[in-house]
Nanobody, 120 residues
């Protein structure tokens, strides 16, 4: 059974930075496209960034382009999201999952997520 464990969230002031990590266990990490999603209460989960297997293709939500960087370390079965110049509208619970090329999540069982709060 695949396990997704997110970490690295926290409280940060506007303009600050955080790096999120996602560790995947129970499956072969390097065969999957991977993605970061986020959700705020009352809204649907949205795709923030995705990275293909082999890291050849990377896509971002328009509102985070130039501020967020997605990466992966297949040897560690870990994906990262470097978030710079954070804004209040980035406040959300961030989740990771394997993804289909169209961005839809592959696994039905999500991790617990990691809370990112941007506030002064």
């Amino acid at each position: 059974q695949v396990q997704l464990v997110e970490s690295g969230g926290g409280l940060v002031q506007p303009g600050g930075s955080l790096t999120l990590s996602c560790v995947v266990s129970g499956s072969t990490f390097n065969i999957y496209h991977m993605a970061w999603y986020r959700q705020v209460p009352g809204k649907q989960r949205e795709l923030v960034a995705q990275i293909s297997k082999g890291s050849s293709t990377i896509n971002y939500l328009d509102s985070v382009k130039g501020r967020f960087t997605i990466s992966r370390d297949d040897a560690k079965s870990t994906m990262y999201l470097q978030m710079n110049n954070l804004k209040q509208e980035d406040t959300a619970v961030y989740y990771c999952n394997a993804a289909y090329p169209n961005g839809y999540a592959r696994f039905n069982d999500w991790g617990q997520g990691t809370q990112v709060t941007v506030s002064s």
